[in-house]
């Protein structure tokens, strides 16, 4: 049960924290030039994006969508079984990351299912981002360094009297 508070917690946070940066760079940022933060290392560029991660499958934003949904549905039935709080973090970054481009692509023009997505930061030789993205990325790398220090998702308890 703990893990599963975990989880929804992230989620939840980064779900919340994406869903008002998203509102404040569109209220902010749109028609705008980009404001550059850290001379042309970091700057804020509102961007609309139909597709995925590096502006990838733009014209697939219905099944980007369904694909989340898919994940979701994913994450919701194996997170009971998690017994490992950083895999926790990892699935409740993912679940954040998703339902924040999700929500986009669910109520924002052009329609349903088939929103773009609010993009806002800008990083050289990178694609336009957001937190949504930026939690879906850090949970890769969780994956990773939790996997090269081979701690499981799932442990399984030992059944031997």
Do not use: C, E
Request: hydrophobic fraction near 55%; glycine fraction near 6%.
């Amino acid at each position: 049960m703990q893990r599963w508070r975990t989880l929804l917690s992230v989620a939840w946070f980064i779900w919340i924290l994406d869903l008002a940066t998203k509102a404040w760079a569109v209220s902010q940022l749109a028609n705008r030039q980009p404001i550059h933060i850290l001379g042309n290392f970091f700057q804020l560029t509102f961007v609309r994006n139909s597709g995925a991660a590096f502006s990838f499958a733009t014209s697939a934003t219905l099944f980007l969508s369904l694909f989340g949904v898919v994940v979701l549905i994913g994450v919701v039935y194996f997170a009971p079984q998690i017994t490992s709080k950083g895999w926790s973090v990892v699935l409740g970054l993912v679940m954040g990351g998703i339902l924040g481009n999700l929500m986009d692509r669910i109520f924002r023009d052009p329609g349903f299912l088939r929103g773009h997505v609010i993009d806002w930061m800008q990083l050289p030789h990178w694609p336009i981002f957001n937190i949504a993205d930026s939690a879906i990325v850090a949970a890769a790398v969780l994956s990773m360094v939790l996997s090269a220090r081979n701690i499981p998702p799932i442990t399984k308890k030992d059944s031997t009297p």
